[in-house]
């Protein structure tokens, strides 16, 4: 399930498992670059306080068994 779809963006070739969730409320929200695999029942909740949203969160592949998790 995506919650707050506007706040999602998803690279090209990316695959999201089943039952995946992401929800965020950050500014720049969750991206998640190409090619780019959620596995099945992932979670992604970024959701902290109406009064101080987060920036965002990047997701991205640098090499096949490599993933990057930065916080912008």
């Known amino acids: ?9 998803l690279g090209n070739g ?4 089943n ?3 992401i929800n965020t409320l950050f500014v720049n929200g969750v991206v998640i670059g190409n090619n780019f695999n959620l596995g ?25 068994s490599e993933t990057i998790v930065s916080l912008v």
């Open 1 to 9: 399930m995506l919650f707050h779809k506007n706040r999602i963006r």
């Open 14 to 17: 990316v695959t999201l498992g």
């Open 19 to 21: 039952n995946v969730e």
């Open 40 to 64: 099945s029942f992932s979670v992604i909740r970024c959701t902290v306080s109406f009064k101080k949203l987060g920036k965002g969160v990047k997701l991205v592949t640098i090499v096949a």
